[in-house]
């Protein structure tokens, strides 16, 4: 396992190499599962980019998570305190000290952090709990081609330094230009793809990259539910909606 700790403090760090990438979506689903990822919500997602025209195109993808930021700007933005970064580098929280406010969500370039149903802050974590059993992330376990290379940096074996030195001088961060100083790096990622990250909000819940496939029509927001309730009218039962008058009038 590539998460086995080194005999000092082991610093967490992923490299992807998104040229292997074929956008099977396993990594977005391993996480959902792995931590409970509530629906319309994401922590790992995927986005495409098309280019060139039929019979020539080509489709890339471009696999994003918490970035793990050195200088984290959540972290920054949060006035209580519940965003730390460990001892390892990870970006971590304390969903007691959530204000849910959500100044950390404004805060992030990457989308990468927001709130789950109860408005508590929620992101990725480079699944913690799996590494304190020696385990590898979800999303790096799950992957059938071999696009995430993550261990510890101060261990000059693990599969992510291995990886460093072989491709380090090819590899670039997400959107450099916001100084964040990411723990996560890409190699052979199309940098115009880096404009359809949102910033300041959440992974749009309601389009898993729904525009590149024109034929679906999605409606958003989605129609609420109407509810009836039976009202009785002298001797006649009818249906209306609840906090109408009688006769169905509001």
Request: net charge positive.
């Amino acid at each position: 396992m590539s998460a086995v700790k080194s005999a000092t403090t082991p610093r967490w760090k992923m490299a992807l190499d998104v040229e292997r990438c074929i956008g099977c979506h396993a990594c977005s689903v391993a996480c959902k599962v792995e931590n409970n990822v509530p629906l319309a919500r994401f922590r790992t997602k995927v986005y495409y980019w098309d280019t060139g025209k039929f019979p020539k195109t080509r489709r890339s993808f471009l696999p994003t998570l918490c970035m793990q930021c050195e200088d984290a700007p959540c972290l920054k933005a949060c006035p209580t305190k519940a965003i730390f970064k460990s001892e390892d580098g990870i970006i971590k929280i304390d969903p007691d000290k959530c204000d849910h406010d959500g100044a950390c969500e404004k805060a992030c370039p990457y989308g990468a952090i927001g709130c789950d149903e109860n408005d508590v802050a929620d992101k990725c974590d480079f699944c913690s709990h799996r590494l304190a059993y020696n385990m590898d992330p979800a999303c790096v376990e799950t992957c059938p081609a071999d696009v995430f290379h993550f261990g510890d940096a101060n261990d000059p074996k693990s599969p992510y330094s291995l990886f460093m030195t072989r491709y380090g001088a090819d590899t670039k961060v997400l959107k450099p230009e916001e100084k964040t100083k990411p723990s996560v790096s890409y190699r052979g990622h199309e940098v115009a793809m880096e404009a359809k990250i949102p910033k300041g909000r959440v992974h749009d819940p309601y389009s898993y990259e729904i525009e590149t496939w024109t034929q679906l029509q999605p409606e958003f927001p989605k129609k609420k539910r109407v509810m009836w309730a039976k009202v009785d009218i002298g001797n006649n039962v009818t249906m209306a909606k609840p906090g109408t008058k009688k006769g169905g009038v509001a």
